[in-house]
């Protein structure tokens, strides 16, 4: 950079960095790259300046416009006009106190939780894995898989690596992160056996490792138990006000917004509107996008007895434990037709190994003594039999649910009559697991599988009934690759409930979804006929009223601490 680009900056910030703004966009539309200016902007005459004594969260009504704003601060996206030099986008990072101005996409982490793994070629990949944890790459522990500059030189027995050990201060400020966070007694347990929070938290962990400038994270507070939150909060708090890194969160409309955010960017429908907190929360309620409140149910709760509805899960003592590490101790629960439970537990509880051995995927769950599963034994149901009686929804699965090129969003709720992963049959709604299909029961199928894409497709998230028809025909063509994150999510639980499966499980069901398809979710599920009388449900959440049921409706719960497990009156 020349001296006299140079002198213009410094010229330019003469005032304090304190002064000097983190984010500036004066007016600009934005624009994926190679769109041309005439294309239609992704957002329309975006405004946004962050100043150094703000904190500020993102809130998002659309399952990628959160998203993808964040994605143009990390450069992903071009603004028309850019924002002026000589500070740019990002004019705190050109103060004289820096020297020379940095690159500010080197400045910046971010942290999305909306994938964890992912299969090379879009393949399916066996998430049954982890409650095995045998293979090589299995046995890779969370501190050698995201920490390994904190392994002491001395016990490193791996191939020589350019890590770079911790300083002093740098690993007393790890210490104190891990173990705030919950994570220093599972450092060297194997990063496959961790629950979904748990592993959250250690990716925010290893970005403020990174000593970013700037952190954006992306619904932090998703999958995360209601012990764990108020403590990342405080710890992200802490950081912020710090500027060690600063922080802007990412929220979903339903989610509760930390008392110690002062600014909001409310993303909707192309437009982003910014200001103070109390402005913005009153303008997201004027425009409907307040959070999802449990409805008044038209559901009627099951009038027979329970003695008269079918059992679809018995389990009496069972256990799972890794060695001498018990997982789930002494397990006592049932579940009957017409039941709707709330799965409750902090990360790590269990309650993942729980849902794996109601699926039939943990490989302990054939030597349980007394496991019933629709009434029979465990070992007597053959697992592929299992996987159609059993709806389910949850992070491993859609991490795991294939992406391969060509697979249209049809095929991909087709194979939830079967439970399996590939499309097969006439019509792509499978061959019938126990008995082929005969012409009735392939055209139920295919009447079945409109009726859901009809309920939860793109006119029943959108709210204008006067859609036309064809966009659900034009919906179920599209490439289940090429959707957002929250429109695959949406596929997927079609998928768990086309076939009306005995026993549906949703685990985390409302994650990267939009606040319209929540409510068109909710509504099937509850009003809709998305489960009927003759169905379990079994959901996992750990916020009460991401529930779709209410007390008034029956629903149970069932809590999980430490691997032992109580129903909660």
Not at 250 to 264: K, Y
Request: aromatic share 8%.
């Amino acid at each position: 950079m020349s001296r006299r680009t140079l002198r213009a900056i410094r010229c330019y910030y003469s005032t304090s960095a304190s002064n000097v703004p983190i984010i500036h966009i004066p007016k600009a539309d934005v624009y994926r790259f190679g769109d041309p200016n005439a294309a239609r902007p992704i957002f329309r005459d975006l405004q946004w300046t962050i100043n150094e004594d703000e904190a500020w969260a993102v809130i998002g009504s659309g399952s990628g416009e959160k998203a993808t704003l964040f994605q143009m601060l990390v450069g992903h996206l071009r603004l028309s006009p850019p924002p002026p030099p000589p500070g740019g986008m990002f004019p705190f990072l050109c103060i004289p106190t820096f020297g020379s101005p940095r690159d500010p996409f080197e400045c910046i982490s971010i942290v999305s939780f909306g994938n964890r793994r992912r299969a090379a070629g879009g393949a399916f990949y066996d998430y049954s894995a982890r409650y095995g944890a045998v293979r090589d790459e299995d046995r890779i522990t969370l501190r050698q898989s995201m920490f390994p500059e904190t392994i002491p030189r001395e016990f490193d027995t791996g191939p020589p690596t350019e890590v770079i050990p911790l300083s002093e201060q740098e690993q007393q400020f790890f210490d104190v992160l891990v173990e705030r966070m919950g994570l220093k007694d599972l450092l060297d347990l194997p990063l496959i056996a961790l629950s979904n929070g748990q592993t959250r938290r250690a990716r925010i962990i290893k970005a403020i490792l990174s000593k970013p400038e700037l952190l954006l994270l992306d619904e932090p507070l998703t999958g995360l138990d209601v012990q764990n939150r108020p403590t990342l909060l405080k710890i992200l708090r802490s950081l912020h006000a710090a500027r060690s890194p600063r922080v802007i969160l990412g929220l979903r409309t339903q989610d509760p917004v930390p008392e110690w955010i002062t600014h909001v960017a409310l993303v909707n429908g192309g437009k982003v509107l910014t200001g103070p907190k109390e402005e913005m929360l009153s303008v997201a309620t004027k425009i409907g996008l307040e959070a999802n409140k449990p409805m008044i149910s038209s559901t009627a709760k099951a009038t027979t007895s329970p003695s008269e509805r079918k059992l679809l899960v018995e389990m009496k003592n069972v256990n799972v434990k890794y060695g001498p590490r018990a997982v789930l101790k002494s397990i006592n629960w049932e579940v009957r037709q017409g039941d709707r439970w709330h799965l409750q537990g902090t990360n790590g509880s269990g309650k993942t190994t729980l849902l794996s051995l109601l699926t039939g995927d943990h490989p302990q769950s054939y030597t349980q003594p007394h496991l019933h599963l629709h009434s029979l034994p465990r070992r007597r149901i053959p697992t592929p039999h299992l996987h159609s009686l059993t709806g389910l929804v949850s992070p491993e699965l859609f991490d795991a649910f294939p992406r391969r090129a060509g697979m249209s969003v049809w095929e991909a709720v087709g194979t939830g009559f079967d439970g399996g992963f590939v499309p097969q049959g006439e019509h792509g709604v499978g061959l019938g697991v126990m008995t082929p299909l005969d012409a009735e029961r392939l055209r139920k199928r295919v009447d079945r599988c409109w009726e859901v894409l009809e309920a939860l497709g793109p006119r029943a998230w959108a709210g204008n009934d006067g859609i036309a028809s064809d966009v659900t025909e034009a919906f179920k063509d599209r490439a289940f690759v090429d959707l957002s994150v929250g429109e695959q999510r949406m596929v997927l639980l079609m998928r768990a409930l086309v076939g009306r499966p005995p026993l549906v499980l949703l685990d985390e069901v409302w994650s990267g979804m939009d606040q319209g398809m929540v409510s068109a979710a909710r509504r099937y599920l509850r009003e809709g006929g998305g489960v009927g009388p003759e169905q379990g449900v079994v959901v996992i959440t750990h916020w009460e009223d991401e529930v779709p049921w209410v007390a008034e409706d029956g629903v149970k719960r069932y809590h999980l601490r430490n691997g032992e497990g109580k129903v909660v009156v």
